[in-house]
DNA sequence: GACATGACCTCTG
DNA sequence: CCAGAGGCCATGT
């Protein structure tokens, strides 16, 4: 649900779903994407500081940083410089 | 059934 | 500001 040229939390998403805590689930679900026949932006779901933690489990090594900076995004270091700017908060936008 | 691991977060000192 | 610890929940051995 995440739009094109933005991006959000694992944080965000475990809050959204009812779990605030449970970060890890939302990166074991990504993980586990990989074997669904929907169309996961996982792409867009970044630690909270903008950290592209997952980035090691696309298929190549910069995979994901060139899908963000397509999108818009400004990384540096492994790191989404503009996050403020990109982050979108499901309970926000969509409400909880 | 216990134990370890994971694309994390938050609070403490 | 940096480091450590605890919590979260599903999965695999």
New binding site residues.
């Given amino acids: 649900m995440v739009p094109f040229g933005r991006v959000t ?4 998403i ?2 959204y779903l009812g ?16 074997s669904s026949p929907h169309y ?1 932006p ?2 867009r ?5 903008g ?8 298929d190549g090594s910069s995979l ?1 940083q060139e899908m963000l900076e397509n999108e818009g995004a400004i990384i540096e270091e492994n790191r989404i410089m503009n996050m403020e700017d990109m982050f979108w908060d499901p309970v926000q936008e969509l409400g909880l």
Avoid at 45 to 49: G, H
Wanted: with cysteine; hydrophobic share 45%; charged share 10%.
């Fill in positions: 939390t694992y944080g965000a475990a809050s779990s605030p805590g449970a970060a890890r689930m939302v990166g074991w679900a990504m993980n586990q994407c990989h996961v996982a792409h779901v970044v630690n909270r500081v950290l592209l933690t997952g980035k090691h489990h696309f994901m």
